[in-house]
C-alpha cells in the first residue's frame, strides 16, 4: 500500500475519529435532547435516523473508504461496521423513549467503546504498516 494513501487514511481516519467522540459525548451525556443548541441538531439526525450509521461523518467516510479497512482487516472491518450499526441503534432506541428504555443505555455505553477499540485498532495498524512502508535512511 502506498505511503501516501496511508497517513491520508490515517489523517480522514482521526478526523472522523475525533468527530464520532464528539457526537458520542453528545449521545452518552445528555438526557434531554430537546436542550441541544440549534447547532447541534443535525447531530439528533445521527441518533434518530433509521439509517444513521450511514449519515453519520464516520459512517459515510467508512463506506468511502471500506476497501482500506478490509485490507488491514477484513474481519476486524466487519466487527466495525456491526458495532457502530448497533452503537446508533441504540441511541435511537434509548432515546425513543428515555425513562421506558433506560436498558439500552449501557448498549449505547458498551457498543461506542467498542467502536472506539475498533478505531484504535485500525489507527495503530495503519501507522504499523506506514511506518514499515517508509524506507530507512
Not at 33 to 48: G, N, S, T, V, W
Not at 52 to 59: M, R, T, V
Not at 92 to 107: G, M, T
Request: aromatic fraction near 14%.
Amino acid at each position: 500500500m502506498n505511503p501516501l494513501h496511508i497517513r491520508k487514511f490515517i489523517m480522514g481516519l482521526n478526523a472522523v475519529a475525533n468527530e464520532h467522540q464528539s457526537w458520542a459525548a453528545i449521545a452518552l451525556n445528555r438526557r434531554d435532547l430537546r436542550a441541544m443548541p440549534r447547532h447541534d441538531l443535525k447531530r439528533l439526525d445521527c441518533i434518530f435516523n433509521l439509517d444513521a450509521h450511514k449519515i453519520c461523518k464516520f459512517g459515510k467516510w467508512f463506506r468511502i473508504h471500506r476497501q482500506t479497512f478490509d485490507y488491514l482487516d477484513e474481519a476486524r472491518t466487519r466487527e466495525l461496521k456491526s458495532d457502530h450499526y448497533h452503537m446508533h441503534e441504540a441511541a435511537r432506541i434509548y432515546y425513543s423513549n428515555v425513562e421506558e428504555n433506560r436498558a439500552w443505555y449501557s448498549q449505547l455505553v458498551s457498543r461506542q467503546s467498542d467502536v472506539v477499540d475498533h478505531l484504535a485498532y485500525f489507527k495503530s495498524k495503519s501507522n504499523n504498516l506506514l511506518r514499515y512502508a517508509l524506507p530507512f535512511y
